[in-house]
Nanobody
Framework: QVQLVESGGGLVQAGGSLRLSCAAS????????MGWYRQAPGKQRELVAT???????NYADSVKGRFTISRDNAKNTVYLQMNSLKPEDTAGYYC?????????????WGQGTQVTVSS
């Protein structure tokens, strides 16, 4: 069974920082692109940042310069360092990974971790 498990969410004041982690486990042969998405109440899920297996990154305009995505391939883990947090960053944050498994390549989601930024 393959799963992605996020951690690191919480409550922080505006201007503060949090670091999210997403660890992949199970019968995984490879991990291709990974990404972070977020969903605020009443809104659609949106892309925050992605990183390829080679380390190329892409960010939503709203987080550029404040958030940094990185990965540790040896640990099958992707991170999201969030600095200068704003109340509008409040959302559930979800990890997604394109994982190579026996049956092929699948897209897997974590259960999410809540980030709340107070003003």
């Amino acid at each position: 069974q393959v799963q992605l498990v996020e951690s690191g969410g919480g409550l922080v004041q505006a201007g503060g920082s949090l670091r999210l982690s997403c660890a992949a486990s199970g019968s995984i042969f490879s991990i291709n692109a990974m990404g972070w998405y977020r969903q605020a109440p009443g809104k659609q899920r949106e892309l925050v940042a992605t990183i390829t297996s080679g380390g190329s990154t892409n960010y939503a305009d709203s987080v550029k310069g404040r958030f940094t995505i990185s990965r540790d391939n040896a640990k099958n883990t992707v991170y999201l360092q969030m600095n200068s947090l704003k109340p509008e960053d409040t959302a559930g944050y979800y990890c997604n990974g394109r994982l190579g498994v026996v049956a092929g390549t699948i897209s897997s989601w974590g259960q999410g971790t809540q980030v709340t930024v107070s003003s």
